[in-house]
């Protein structure tokens, strides 16, 4: 395994490696998501949405890195294709809440369990302390930096 000499400003710019990383690892899994015959953008939606919580439409762009139009868009196609349902909110008239259908879950599950042994085969040459120490320090970094709900 190589390392790349670190002496650029961008060579130790932590956005600038968290987007290398992210970019590389990403589009390494996303050949997986579209031999499946998905859309990167519906891999997000639906995986973001896999664990059948329903969440408003703009925490579901933040955290599935796509802009709120297009997840509009995505969700109406979805909606129509019975991967999703929109639910209205109890208190908020002016929030709607999206929820995976089981017809949406059955579509993504196969992926997640790839998803899963790709993340598996990224991490393993790091060892499990330090894999943990980084998705903990990751979900940290989250938490101090993303805007209120």
């Known amino acids: 395994m190589s390392h790349s000499p670190a002496s650029g400003f961008v060579d130790n710019y932590t956005p600038a490696l968290l987007a290398q990383v992210s970019q590389l690892i990403s589009g390494e899994f996303h050949v997986i998501v579209q031999a499946a015959g998905f859309e990167v953008s519906d891999w997000r939606v639906l995986s973001t949405l896999s664990e059948g919580k329903a969440i408003s439409i703009g925490q579901l762009a933040q955290i599935s890195v796509t802009k ?13 294709q019975g991967y999703v349902k929109r639910i209205p909110h109890e208190t908020d008239r002016r929030v709607t809440l999206v929820r995976i259908t089981p017809q949406g879950q059955k579509l993504v599950s196969g992926l997640i369990k790839e998803a899963r042994a790709h993340e598996e085969r990224v991490l393993a040459p790091l060892g499990k302390a330090k894999a943990e120490e980084l998705k903990t320090t990751l979900r940290l970094l989250l938490d101090l930096h993303r805007p209120p709900a």
């Open 68 to 80: 709120q139009p297009t997840v509009t868009r995505l969700l109406d196609r979805m909606e129509a």
